[in-house]
């Protein structure tokens, strides 16, 4: 592979080839972002604008998708950079009053770059069943453990004190279902907080459909998902790579505006 | 933001940068109406060539769209004027005889602009179900209050004392679920309804899935939805502007052939 | 309007503005029938290649959708002519050998010109299901009456006794819910059958939900349904019309290569 | 025809005319694979870049999909070769690890030129809940006999031994479901392995919908399904080649790149 992946020492003796051409372009961090906004808008994060990814930069100011935009239409010259008091620092567009649930999380949590939080289709359906959703399938067990079912918020995102009770809530967890709100999920860097997001929405709708035809046998023994969680920390060999390359043959227009990209494409 | 939003003064402080591009060039009201249609239409408003949106003027006259075309493929040149009679004053197509039951509801209720009827899909559900959805999460609880369950609508919108039937039904509300016969929203204004439009079937979506599976824990304290329903009021921030910037973007034909608009696009 | 539409002495009244542009263009009947297909298809008439329409001609021949392609990709070029025992007469392709079925039927009913047979997504379950689905709403109720509910199949649609026994049991109705394989559609001309055929889906599919959320309210009083049903028989204004433009504007091709026709695509 | 299609004594009866135009193009082994899973990924074979697909060529060699690439993305240059240890010998991409369980199903079953593995949608959900769906239509009924439903999988697709135990599960049957994660399914070539899959899956979505409603009459009497088995063996007539036609239609990418090819596409 010509494009950096995260490092995986299966990888190298699994994968020696290079491919036939890189797996992806080199991406500057406000293009990754753009690209994981749409990969997450098609697989279910579509509730119209809701929703914000944080992205830690190690200078400690953090990208965000604009308030304003909708995830399938944002471009790497749309995302912004706020401070840590959540101050747009750069950037044209503003920032959602509900970024303080997301510092209050990277405020504990410096072993996570990124903080996402949105209102996916099946994820909502069981942040109001009041039920996490059982594990039916090895896809759906890839993420080792449930989510947190966080059942005391109280209706805003934007007040200081409950996003710190939401960070508290969240403690060292990967992810937590928002009662009657949606979805939460975290990660050290883009590539496992997708395969987290996307994994959470797939065990939400399989377990849906399980459930409602009435004899599920979720699976119990945790030996069987050893393997399929090796993904989690490890990484899932190319599943990411593939899913951002499918948003660029859809809508180049994804990569467009970044002046520090190398794919120098115009503004819309 | 260079196009004009609705007056909230809560933006001024929370969104005050101007953004990277305009959130909509200035629209027409027929271009306005004409998004409005197709943006419905995508979330499930979409029974063929069913359903009408009537908007008032300040001169006492109403645009519709036409009885002819789906709502998917009207632009602004198609939409036509109605004196309060529902006579043709204006364009070139015809207009339904379902028109009766949006003029009497504009009669009774001057504090609004817009009036609609669909059999919105997951709508049409509930209006089969004799009951109303319940409120299962923050975005559904955006508009406060239950619809009208009118469960006395005898086959048709045609006759004159149907549609004042149903317009008394409607009274004050926001919104109506009528029974075996879709929905009926109502707004100050092209935004609000919209948001209360694409709520309804949220709502009414969220809801068959949550009790299909059998352990719905809706939302019962008002407190909850304090916040979220502001929005009902001042708007929710730039969902509107970004719904209709999606309608543009897959096809700008919808603009065209309105000659009073700024973007004067040749009629297809 | 500039095209033909069906007569109906309501619409001249209703409906006397000419439209800002023609509702379709003037269409052979192979242009007829291919759009036809791809509307069908689009709505859920999609099992594949199953799945044929035949429509009778005067001169006692029939025009049908070729063995061999699929509804979404049938163009005017592509449809062929059979005699009155289903020999191929006109045209490239072959004749289905379910062909016997439709001739059968159009043999007792000299009041049809199309007769159609596929496995809509929503009719298939209720076929499986041993029941007519009630009249959830206004829509459905469009076509007065129940399907037959026809159980006696046995396998095949070849052999010429079972095709004349399907013929037996359809009897002079119109529709028919064939057991655990499928639809059967009647009607006097393309718009009825339309109408017909979406109308038997859409009843197909809400009765699906209704039930499964566990309260359904049928209509039950034929009153209700007086206005609605009269679309049947004179046609419901403008519908089919603006299926079939949705068909052309999507893809053009589907005209193509009518020799008859006044657009005389290149075949493809 | 004029693209060669599988021998079928009755086609040459019933289908004697030669088309308008050539069904397929000629097409090249890696052609067809890129094809076939581009057409399953569209009926739900689409767990992201999950799922192989193995072809035994006639010199004991295996063509797959590589590790890297989603179904609908792949092309027939980015097809690979293995050799029957399961080490890549020509392309420039990288195998699964997951091969060996092809591997260990090809030793055992020479009659088999193709070897399926995916969580398809529909698939996932009744390998889940512990039961074979039973046949609730014709199209459903057209391979016979009901998968093997196999639940002793421990986790992983690596290992050798567990490959094998898969492999002795199968015996001589066509498909199975694996408990907990997706479906398998073989055949004679890819025609009918396409059959055989998309039949699974239509399988599978239509008796959940017809048991989610609760009143399912299925087909037992084998005699009803005797004309529709047919398929299985000889070939449902013209299938395959539409499904893979849309896909070029879709796309032509697919077919690009093969150096053995007479369509000599230029590699994207």
Same mark, same amino acid.
């Given at each position: 592979?010509?494009?950096?992946?995260?490092?995986?020492?299966?990888?190298?003796?699994?994968?020696?080839?290079?491919?036939?051409?890189?797996?992806?372009?080199?991406?500057?961090?406000?293009?990754?972002?753009?690209?994981?906004?749409?990969?997450?808008?098609?697989?279910?994060?579509?509730?119209?604008?809701?929703?914000?990814?944080?992205? !830690? %930069?190690?200078? &400690?100011?953090?990208?965000?998708?604009?308030?304003?935009?909708?995830?399938?239409? =944002?471009?790497?010259? +749309? $995302?912004?950079?706020?401070?840590?008091?959540?101050?747009?620092?750069?950037?044209?567009?503003?920032?959602?009053?509900?970024?303080?649930?997301?510092?209050?999380?990277?405020?504990?949590?410096?072993?996570?770059?990124?903080?996402?939080?949105?209102?996916?289709?099946?994820?909502?359906?069981?942040?109001?069943?009041?039920?996490?959703?059982?594990?039916?399938?090895?896809?759906?067990?890839?993420?080792?453990?449930?989510?947190?079912?966080?059942?005391?918020?109280?209706?805003?995102?934007?007040?200081?004190?409950?996003?710190?009770?939401? !960070? %508290?809530?969240? &403690?060292?967890?990967?992810?937590?279902?928002?009662?009657?709100?949606?979805?939460? =999920?975290?990660?050290? +860097? $883009?590539?496992?907080?997708?395969?987290?997001?996307?994994?959470?929405?797939?065990?939400?709708?399989?377990?849906?459909?399980?459930?409602?035809?009435?004899?599920?046998?979720?699976?119990?023994?945790?030996?069987?998902?050893?393997?399929?969680?090796?993904?989690?920390?490890?990484?899932?060999?190319?599943?990411?790579?593939?899913?951002?390359?499918?948003?660029?043959?859809?809508?180049?227009?994804?990569?467009?505006?970044?002046?520090?990209?190398?794919?120098?494409?115009?503004?819309?």
């Amino acid at each position: 592979m010509k494009a950096p992946i995260r490092s995986n020492p299966m990888l190298e003796k699994l994968a020696p080839r290079p491919g036939r051409f890189a797996l992806l372009p080199e991406l500057t961090a406000r293009q990754e972002l753009a690209l994981f906004c749409r990969a997450l808008h098609r697989e279910g994060y579509d509730d119209h604008i809701a929703g914000h990814i944080t992205v !830690a %930069e190690p200078d &400690g100011t953090f990208l965000i998708n604009p308030w304003e935009l909708a995830w399938d239409e =944002v471009t790497a010259a +749309d $995302i912004i950079r706020v401070d840590g008091d959540g101050i747009v620092i750069e950037g044209q567009w503003n920032v959602t009053p509900a970024v303080g649930l997301h510092l209050a999380v990277h405020k504990k949590r410096h072993d996570l770059k990124v903080v996402l939080h949105n209102h996916s289709r099946w994820g909502l359906v069981w942040s109001a069943s009041g039920r996490v959703p059982p594990v039916y399938d090895q896809t759906s067990g890839q993420v080792e453990g449930d989510p947190v079912f966080y059942d005391e918020y109280a209706g805003s995102v934007d007040g200081a004190s409950e996003a710190e009770a939401a !960070a %508290e809530a969240l &403690g060292q967890e990967k992810w937590a279902l928002l009662k009657n709100h949606g979805v939460f =999920v975290v990660g050290k +860097d $883009i590539r496992q907080a997708h395969l987290r997001a996307i994994t959470l929405e797939h065990r939400c709708r399989l377990a849906w459909h399980v459930e409602t035809l009435g004899e599920g046998q979720p699976i119990t023994d945790p030996e069987t998902l050893r393997v399929a969680q090796m993904s989690d920390d490890l990484g899932f060999p190319f599943l990411w790579e593939a899913m951002a390359r499918k948003e660029i043959r859809l809508d180049p227009r994804v990569l467009q505006g970044d002046p520090t990209s190398a794919i120098k494409g115009k503004a819309k």
